[in-house]
């Protein structure tokens, strides 16, 4: 498996309140995403980095915001949490041809 | 904006049959086509990367096709196993390393 943790791997929270969650890799990868995956919609792109302080926005960024500030750490922060962001959250990493994923944090927003 | 297509949605096959899992794709200008794994509660695998300029890839039981003039890619998987029961799902990377995912083909292999 690559090395890409998440954490933490499960989180309930209440609708307002600030939810980070945090990727790490040990591949020295140069691309890091962030997806969520809902049935009915599947995979979809929330936003992405090509490089240290480098990101830019998927398909469904509102209201998620994203920093990268070293090569091995892609955080994902949702700035007032809602119920629409119930949702199982992804990090991959890529080295430009496969994207390889991390093991998933389940967030419920009650 | 580029879509993917995976029918059907779920499929249920008895044990050592071939079967065949489809993906299509609205726009032709990609430039790679990928196919995970998903198993319940885990994250994707990576089993199969086809580049733009290739027709297909093989890998053990698994081979994957690309024909981007018609919009489609096919899994074929041979002499299916239980273990082989999971998520498979297609994505197109058009260039932007960013991958969009069709839905995906839950496939159950019945002993």
């Known amino acids: 498996d690559a090395g890409i943790t998440q954490s933490p791997r499960h989180k309930v929270t209440e609708t307002g309140t600030p939810v980070t969650l945090r990727c790490h890799q040990t591949?020295?990868?140069?691309?890091m995403y962030w997806y969520r995956q809902d049935p009915g919609h599947g995979l979809r792109l929330i936003h992405y980095?090509?490089?240290?302080?480098?990101?830019d926005k998927g398909e469904v960024s509102d209201g998620y915001s994203v920093s990268r500030s070293k090569t091995e750490d892609f955080l994902l922060t949702l700035e007032s949490a809602t119920s629409s962001q119930t949702s199982v959250y992804f990090c991959?990493?890529?080295?430009?041809?496969?994207?390889?994923f991390g093991p998933g944090t389940r967030l419920l927003v009650l | 904006k580029q879509e993917v297509t995976q029918i059907p949605a779920a499929l249920s096959v008895p044990e050592g049959e071939n079967l065949v899992l489809n993906c299509s794709f609205t726009?032709?200008?990609?430039?790679?086509l990928q196919w995970f794994r998903q198993d319940p509660g885990k994250g994707l695998t990576s089993l199969l990367l086809i580049q733009s300029s290739q027709r297909e890839q093989t890998s053990g039981r698994l081979n994957a096709s690309l024909d981007k003039s018609s919009g489609r890619s096919t899994l074929y998987i041979a002499a299916s196993q239980p273990g082989d029961s999971a998520t498979y799902l297609c994505?197109?990377?058009?260039?932007?390393?960013?991958?969009?995912f069709g839905q995906g083909t839950r496939l159950t292999i019945n002993p």
């Open positions: 994505a197109i990377d058009d260039g932007a390393q960013k991958l969009v």
């Open positions: 726009d032709s200008a990609i430039y790679n």
């Open positions: 991959a990493i890529s080295d430009q041809e496969t994207q390889y």
């Open positions: 591949e020295n990868h140069r691309y």
């Open positions: 980095s090509y490089g240290v302080k480098d990101t």
